[in-house]
């Protein structure tokens, strides 16, 4: 889906919050789509954790051919899911359960996303930061050029508000911002593995 072609690097995001991103990306995009992730969340998580060690009390309707029943369930477990982005101490109350893993789980089966792949990669990085040269120069040019490329966009969507500019406009500038705070993540990544990398030594020497 378009809204997920491009996204931030997520340099410093927290797990919840990379989850988060995609999850308000998705319920703006399509009618109904926060509904049905948070119906296939409950459904993953109520299949694959036992009851008695849930610390989430979603609400499960008595009869799941009733449709009023279900969305009225619905309503509730929105607010559950909702509430655990929002609010720091929600989210400690069930961290043991990992719900934010069920909430990607169930967009990457809804919307074909990467998200579980970005969290994988968070978890067990395998991209190297750029170290010689030859690879920071290369990163260099590709920053100023997505820089340049997103700071002319804005100049022509900014001009008299944004009132005034499509939707695919608007789309189309937040992608392009996306990547260029992307590349910009890139660099830091640099400097704190390179930073990192001499703390190590250090370490070594003292030991």
């Known amino acids: ?55 989430v009390r979603f609400n499960i309707p ?8 279900f969305l009225a369930c619905n309503k509730k477990n929105i607010k559950i899911i909702d509430d655990f982005f929002a609010d720091n101490a929600v989210r400690s109350k069930h961290f043991r359960d990992c719900l934010e893993i069920f909430v990607a789980r169930a967009i990457d089966e809804i919307f074909e996303t990467d998200l ?44 008299n508000g944004l009132g005034d500019d499509s939707d695919e406009d608007l789309e189309i500038l937040e992608s392009k911002l996306l990547t260029a705070r992307s590349k910009l993540d890139r660099n830091v990544g640099a400097i704190e593995s390179e930073l990192n990398r001499r703390k190590e030594k250090q370490r070594s020497k003292s030991d």
Request: glycine content about 2%; some cysteine.
């Open 1 to 55: 889906m378009k809204i997920f072609t491009m996204r931030p690097s997520f340099q410093g995001y927290a797990y919840s919050h990379i989850v988060q991103w995609y999850y308000d990306r998705a319920w703006n995009t399509m009618t109904g789509a926060k509904r049905a992730i948070v119906a296939r969340t409950v459904d993953l998580y109520i299949s694959e954790v036992a009851e008695e060690h849930r610390t």
């Open 62 to 69: 008595e009869n799941t051919d009733d449709g009023d029943e």
């Open 116 to 159: 579980c792949d970005v969290l994988q990669q968070r978890m067990f990085p395998e991209q190297v930061s750029p170290q010689t040269q030859e690879e920071l120069d290369m990163l260099l040019a590709e920053t100023n050029s997505s820089y340049t490329d997103a700071v002319n966009e804005c100049v022509r969507v900014f001009r």
